[in-house]
Structures are given as C-alpha cells and as structure tokens.
C-alpha cells in the first residue's frame, strides 16, 4: 500500500523584513493547517533557520553580491527577479523528479508540491509557475488601501502626474482621503518616470496566479477588497492579521534584538512610555534626528526610541545626538539598536508608537492597542498613515518634523482628551479585528477557505526537461532595459 501524501507549498518571500515576516508567519499557519512548508528565499536577508526548525529552506542565488540593499533601487529589485529564475526552477523541477520517483515505489512517504505562494515583488515567480505548470498565489503584504491606489493611478496616470507644488495638499481624484503627496509610487520632481511606474505595474500584475492572500481584514477594508477583486477576479483569501493567526511566535527579525530594554520598561509606570521606531528600511538625516531628539526631551514624557545603525544618512548613534540631550533625559529615555517589537508593544508601560506606518507595525500596534504618531515616509507608509489618522481616526498624522511640533504631538497623544478619544477608538478597532478572528469570524473562515482551495488544486502534469537559463515573460519584458539603465527609486 502506498502512504497518503502530505501536500507541501513553496513560499518565496520578498528580501525586505516588512515582506520576510508576514511570509513566514502566513507558512506557521499554513504549517498548523497539515501542509509541508518550504521556504525558498534570496541569500540576501537570509532568515534565521533556527527560529523555523518546522520549515524546509532552500537558499537561491540572488544576484546581490557586492550591491548595496540598504536602500533597494529598482535595478537591484530586478536583478535579483531575473537571478533567482534559474535557481528556483532547478530546484522545482528536482522536487517534481523526485516526486515521481516516489510514486513508482510502494511504502516510500513524500510530500506533493502543490503550489507556489509568493510576495508580490517577486514576480518573476509567475513565470517559473507558468512554464512549470505549478498553481501560484500571491501574497499581498499590505493594505488593500494601498493597492487599490495603485491600481487606480494606473489606469490613467495622467490624472496624477505630473502635478505641482500647489497641489500638494489637494486630494487625489477618486482617492480619498489620500492627496497628491500621499501619492504611493515614488515621485521625483511631482512626476514619475515611465520605468518607476512599469516597475510598479508588474509589482501589482497577478500574473496567471489563480489567487491572492491578503495581511489584513475583510471587515476593516471590504469595499477596497470588493474593488480589487473586480479588477483581478480571482479569489481573494484576507486572512489577517497574519502575526496573530499564526500559531508560532518564533521570531522573524533579521537585525539583532536588544531585550534589555524590556528590564527598562519594567521599571516605567503603567502607560507611561513613547515607543519609537521608524522600521528596518528608513534612513533619516541628522536634522530630522536632532528634531526628534529634542522634541522627545521636551515632551517631558519617557520613551523608548529605536535608532538603527546606518538609519541616519552619514552618521552612528552616539555622535549625532544634540548635545546635552542625554544629560536633560537621564533615565526617561532609553535609545537601542534593535528591539523586540510585538514584546514592546504589549507591554502595559507602552502607550503610544511614534511610526512610519509600516503595514507590520501597524497592525501589531492596533492589537496591542496602541495609539500612534504617524510619520510616513515612502510606498504604502503615506497611504496608510492617511487612513489612521483621516478614516480611523487612531492616530495623529505628524505633518511637520520639527521639535515643537514633535514636542505638542507627543504631548497630545499621551495626556490630552483627544489622545483618550484616539485610545478609546483604537480599542473598539481591536475588538473589531479580533472578533475576525474567533471561530465564525470572517478571517476564521477565510482561512479555511484557503486551506480547503489549496486543498482542491489539481494535480500537475510531468515536469518539462529541465532549461538552464534566464526565463523572460511578456508581462515583464521592461526588466533587462530597466537593468541597464541603473535606474534607483
């Protein structure tokens, strides 16, 4: 007799933390619902194995070797799409050789590929999946706000671009409550290049994926869902907030982690602290640094504020800080490298996220219930920040970085009236997002829907031979011009 199969998915994640950890966590759910999971990721980034003994992971060269990705341009983003095709496909197509071998023998157990799940940003999946004849689905891991703004610009950029400094602050048609300078594809000059938006296109181009998965909530964005799914009708499956669906709350950061700042905040009073942190990405010059340090020092109210190194352009930590601002914060203050987000926004001292309204950490802030001090920067941040402080109404949008506007934002926020209606809000938010994920919650039940259409997939057909090379599709035929143009977002 022969063994049942275990069915097994391949996610191949996007090399950015913001992209690798709702991955990761979409695999510990897909892990706790019966399927084998393997990991295939870029050897830039490489996540830690040992926080996923649970997992298969299979490293693909990516490309990167020698470039800087601290700040990751569109050259570089294609290079590594094009690189890891070769790579990827190889080791599919040994799985699927594999596969057969097993079924001509008896009383031998293997897994059955059945999918590709894959962030957005590695489009280049899609072609792999195509020639391979393996199901794909994409993961989206940000807000349906944010693609639905996308996908509206495209249709006719020309509504949006160029645009002039005056109009800055208008609202984008068709867009509410986003204005021109909340704009999430990167504009230089009040314009953007053909090839920044062709990049952009294929990021949201779904290819022949048969459907999406979504990090956020059917009842926080139904009608921007509804939107999309009109657009690429396929099923959709948003099943967030991946970080608590998940069943495993292994770590998935990259940078080290300092937990000796939870000891800091043991010794705070209850909702008391300011946590600080602008992402993994973020760079900041020292002006906007200074701003916030003294701005934080004049609040008068105790933070915790994470300064990565290389986050500010030109500098290390310790020299750009103004002087005399440890001396005027002494204890109130606590400044680390690194910190162990989900740990700090749970803690009881925390009551407030001054952020740059990263997808990850906003939904981690609002499960905490968290208020927060928006300070966006690029891509899906604007877009977001806009909706917490116009829509929901759980935030403060900080407009202008400078130390008394910081001084009175902080301020407002921990101590005023309006910063205990913003509180009150962000609990309702939770409950709402929580009651999403109970057993006859919406999110619950997507979830299962996903499972049972993973489930349902069709078997494949045998392997093609194996091509050794570069595979090139229609849909992203601007890459190898857009490689040697060196462009940068």
């Not at 709350?249 to 800091?264: G, K, M, R, V």
């Not at 109130?332 to 407030?352: C, D, E, N, T």
Request: glycine share 4%; proline share 7%.
């Amino acid at each position: 007799m022969k063994v049942e199969r275990k069915q097994s998915v391949v996610l191949v994640p996007f090399l950015l933390q913001g992209h690798l950890t709702p991955m990761l966590q979409l695999g510990s759910i897909l892990r706790s619902q019966g399927f084998s999971v393997i990991v295939a990721h870029t050897q830039h980034n490489t996540p830690n194995y040992s926080n996923h003994p649970e997992f298969i992971f299979h490293s693909m060269d990516d490309g990167l070797k020698g470039i800087d990705m601290s700040l990751p341009s569109v050259k570089s983003i294609y290079r590594m799409n094009e690189s890891c095709k070769a790579p990827l496909r190889n080791y599919l197509v040994r799985m699927m050789e594999q596969e057969q071998e097993q079924e001509q023998e008896q009383d031998v157990q293997g897994d059955q590929l059945t999918c590709i799940i894959y962030d957005n940003n590695m489009f280049f999946v899609d072609d792999v999946a195509t020639q391979l004849r393996i199901p794909s689905i994409v993961l989206h891991t940000f807000s349906a706000a944010c693609m639905n703004s996308m996908v509206t610009i495209f249709q006719q950029p020309e509504k949006y671009f160029p645009f002039e400094d005056s109009q800055l602050l208008d609202p984008l048609p068709e867009l509410h409550p986003l204005r021109f300078k909340d704009v999430p594809i990167p504009a230089f000059n009040n314009t953007v290049a053909e090839h920044i938006l062709d990049f952009f296109r294929a990021m949201s181009d779904i290819g022949s994926s048969v459907a999406t998965i979504w990090n956020t909530m059917q009842d926080l964005e139904s009608s921007m869902l509804l939107r999309l799914q009109e657009h690429y009708k396929v099923p959709f499956f948003p099943i967030g907030p991946l970080h608590k669906m998940a069943p495993l709350a292994s770590s998935t950061s990259i940078l080290e982690e300092d937990n000796s700042c939870i000891e800091w905040l043991d010794r705070q009073a209850p909702n008391s602290v300011l946590y600080v942190s602008l992402g993994s990405l973020v760079r900041i010059d020292d002006k906007e640094l200074i701003e916030t340090a003294w701005g934080l020092a004049n609040s008068d109210q105790p933070f915790l504020w994470v300064i990565r190194p290389g986050s500010v352009s030109g500098f290390q930590c310790p020299e750009v800080l103004p002087d005399g601002f440890e001396k005027m914060v002494g204890e109130r203050g606590r400044i680390v490298k690194w910190a162990p987000q989900k740990q700090v926004l749970a803690h009881p001292a925390v009551a407030g996220f001054f952020t740059h309204c990263g997808w990850n950490s906003t939904l981690e802030s609002i499960l905490e219930e968290v208020p927060l001090i928006c300070r966006p920067f690029v891509a899906d941040q604007p877009v977001t920040a806009r909706y917490l402080s116009q829509i929901y109404k759980v935030g403060f949008e900080l407009e202008v970085i400078e130390r008394t506007v910081i001084e009175k934002t902080v301020r407002k926020l921990m101590l005023s009236e309006e910063g205990k209606d913003v509180k009150k809000r962000v609990v309702d938010m939770k409950q709402n997002i929580v009651a999403a994920m109970q057993i006859d919650g919406t999110s619950h039940k997507n979830l299962n829907d996903l499972v049972d259409f993973i489930s349902a997939l069709p078997s494949r057909p045998a392997p093609p031979t194996p091509v050794f090379g570069a595979i090139m599709s229609s849909n992203h035929i601007t890459s190898k011009c857009i490689i040697e143009s060196g462009s940068n977002f």
